[in-house]
């Protein structure tokens, strides 16, 4: 299905200028039943973002929830950490906020809606290796924690950029994922992404590393384990036709939990195999999942941020 990559290499340094001034996200009393896409966990908080620029964290395992000051209100899309608590978060209208405080405060990076392009994953391997992945194909790599971006498009076609979803890396390789079964893979000492022949053509919405592998999951409930080293794919059969939004992994790393529309909620093992299938009794729609001291934490697009015991979901009653 592939006919070639489009290939673009440019250095930037991102900047706050814009044509428009952001709004700051305002403070509001039912801020935490706002509809969140993406949960983190670091230094034993619990941080949500979403909707009308929302950033919320919470120190007590989500009974409480705190709204921190966003220079920003639109739709916050993802948020990361790196190892020694920079934080980052992206979202609509080409954003980009750092935190060099573990998450009490938010500065801009990046604020460009002239640009029409919206910032869909952020996924800092380290320190300094970062990426940031947009529509149109836009794979932004900062290699110097932030201070300088390169940025890549990445296509199936030449005439179209897919939008970009998901990014991780196991084994001394990394590996894109995005709409229309685009798949893309940078291994070793290579300079450019190549593309991976897909057998499924539907977009893949996200991507995680499990037992050194990679674990993608996207349209119609497919979720493939592809192998790191080889890039050989194995389908799993999940039992379901959702649409499949988010994963995380459990504390030890061994399991992979998958949530999307429909209340659909997937425990994968290390090797690949369904554990269990879960079909909440509410059908909402779940847009992320993470996962602390035992407990899982679920956004949904009924707003706000469930906390249930994981063990609930790892027997086949369910909840």
Request: proline share 3%; aromatic share 10%; with cysteine.
């Amino acid at each position: 299905m592939f006919k070639k990559i489009f290939w673009c290499l440019v250095i930037v340094t991102f900047s706050a200028q814009a044509e428009v001034v952001p709004r700051p996200a305002l403070t509001m009393p039912l801020s935490a039943k706002a509809v969140f896409m993406d949960l983190a966990v670091h230094n034993k908080k619990t941080f949500a973002v979403g909707e009308r620029g929302i950033i919320l964290n919470s120190t007590d395992g989500g009974e409480t929830w705190e709204q921190t000051p966003s220079p920003v209100d639109v739709t916050l899309t993802n948020i990361d950490f790196t190892p020694s608590g920079e934080g980052w978060i992206v979202g609509h209208e080409a954003t980009i906020l750092n935190s060099s405080d573990n998450g009490k405060s938010w500065k801009i990076l990046r604020y460009k809606p002239e640009d029409e392009r919206f910032y869909l994953a952020v996924n800092f391997f380290s320190d300094q290796e970062g990426y940031v992945l947009g529509t149109d194909g836009e794979l932004w790599k900062t290699e110097d924690g932030g201070a300088n971006w390169f940025l890549t498009l990445l296509a199936v076609e030449d005439w179209y950029q897919n939008h970009l979803f998901g990014v991780a890396n196991a084994k001394n390789s990394s590996l894109v994922v995005a709409e229309r079964g685009g798949v893309f893979s940078l291994k070793g000492e290579q300079d450019k992404w190549q593309a991976v022949p897909s057998p499924y053509e539907g977009s893949y919405f996200g991507v995680v590393t499990l037992n050194n592998n990679f674990l993608v999951y996207g349209m119609s409930g497919q979720v493939f384990l592809i192998n790191a080293e080889s890039l050989e794919w194995k389908k799993i059969d999940t039992q379901t036709d959702q649409f499949l939004l988010d994963a995380t992994l459990s504390e030890d790393g061994q399991t992979a939990v998958i949530v999307g529309r429909g209340g659909i909620v997937l425990i994968i093992d290390g090797e690949g195999a369904l554990v269990n299938k879960i079909e909440r009794k509410s059908r909402v729609d779940y847009t992320a999942v993470a996962i602390q001291g035992g407990q899982m934490y679920l956004a949904s697009m009924s707003g706000g941020v469930e906390n249930i015991p994981l063990a609930s979901f790892m027997n086949k009653a369910g909840k």
